[in-house]
Nanobody, 119 residues
């Protein structure tokens, strides 16, 4: 079992920045890919960014150049640095983790953190 605790969301004005954190804890052999997803009101959940254990990252087109995903494998934490935020970034952001025990691969989701971009 892996539990994910997210933090860092809040209200920010357009052009501002926020940094989200996702800390993993529990019983696992390894943590594999990590990522951030978001869901805006009335819309489907979409992937924002993913990162491999070695640090290779991918981003959805709408956030390229503005968002940066990173991870610290020593403390099992993923981050999402969000710069130049705009109202279209308003959503609930969810952390995703793929992890393994000694036999199988599993996945876990964070509880979600609200990001609101408004003047």
């Amino acid at each position: 079992q892996v539990n994910l605790v997210e933090s860092g969301g809040g209200l920010v004005q357009p052009g501002g920045s926020l940094r989200l954190s996702c800390a993993a804890s529990g019983h696992f052999f390894s943590i594999n890919d990590m990522g951030w997803y978001r869901q805006a009101p009335g819309k489907q959940r979409e992937v924002v960014a993913t990162i491999t254990p070695g640090g290779s990252a991918n981003y959805t087109d709408s956030v390229k150049g503005r968002f940066t995903i990173s991870r610290d494998n020593f403390v099992n934490t993923a981050y999402l640095q969000m710069n130049t935020l705009n109202p279209q970034d308003t959503a609930v952001y969810y952390c995703y983790v793929s992890w393994s025990d000694y036999l199988y691969e599993h996945s876990s989701w964070g509880q979600g953190t609200q990001v609101t971009v408004s003047s």
